[in-house]
């Protein structure tokens, strides 16, 4: 049975993937990052894709030489380009930047995987920066493609159901842009909300693996037992 580790929003930092290589020892895993991975697939926002392919480079042979594989969920600070299901694929043997809805059996349990986000600094992004980071950044719900399984692995969920106050996020609400705000951004992210349940709901999963909220939590969301990752975090699955 191979190992498999989870990988919090590493934001650029190959390292924490390499950390997670040799802290756990890995051999023949499987490593699954839960999105902002810090990709990148052209010369955008300051970031340079030639300096991110070498990066990868160095990665994919630190992954070979273990004999491991990394699958990486599309986060909102990820280009989606990279998530077509070619982008990559000639460069690298042992990283998959996978598609929405893209679905791996590991260990004899069927893993989905549904990427995306919103960005709760969006305006700012715009008004103080000239862009929104992604376009089509956010989930893209296809109830079709959502199909039963084992593991859910996504970048956000349900604030609430979580747990989570929208307090925490007040000054996105109300105070950024000098107290303007952003006043549809509550809309924006309660509806965000009601897609991750809708798909928690049609595909029943045992396990639900995200990152996007900068913390670590443990759960239940139904009878679905979900677990936030913290920036770099690396959190082994021990699957019963």
């Not at 934001?11 to 999105?35: F, Q």
């Not at 593991?151 to 609430?160: E, I």
Request: hydrophobic content about 35%.
């Amino acid at each position: 049975m191979n190992d498999v580790i989870f990988i919090g929003d590493t934001h650029g930092n190959s390292k924490a993937i390499v950390n997670a290589l040799e802290y756990c020892n890995l051999d023949e895993d499987v490593l699954i990052h839960v999105g902002d991975f810090g990709t990148i697939s052209q010369n955008k926002f300051g970031m340079n894709v030639s300096k991110f392919i070498g990066a990868m480079d160095r990665l994919d042979v630190k992954l070979g030489k273990r004999c491991c594989k990394l699958y990486i969920t599309r986060g909102n600070h990820d280009d989606p380009v990279c998530f077509d299901g070619k982008w990559g694929a000639e460069m690298w043997d042992n990283i998959e930047f996978l598609p929405d809805y893209s679905t791996k059996e590991i260990n004899g349990k069927k893993y989905l995987f549904i990427g995306g986000a919103l960005s709760v600094d969006r305006l700012v992004r715009i008004e103080e920066h000239g862009y929104y980071f992604w376009d089509k950044e956010e989930v893209d719900l296809k109830e079709d493609k959502v199909k039963k399984c084992d593991v859910l692995v996504t970048h956000t969920a349900d604030s609430t159901s979580l747990g989570m106050s929208w307090s925490n996020i007040d000054w996105w609400l109300n105070g950024q842009r000098d107290g303007k705000g952003d006043p549809k951004l509550l809309a924006d992210l309660i509806a965000e909300g009601q897609k991750m349940l809708k798909i928690r709901d049609l595909c029943d999963p045992e396990y639900w693996f995200l990152g996007h909220y900068h913390q670590e939590i443990s759960t239940n969301i139904g009878r679905t037992k979900t677990r936030v990752l913290n920036i770099d975090e690396i959190y082994e699955f021990k699957q019963n």
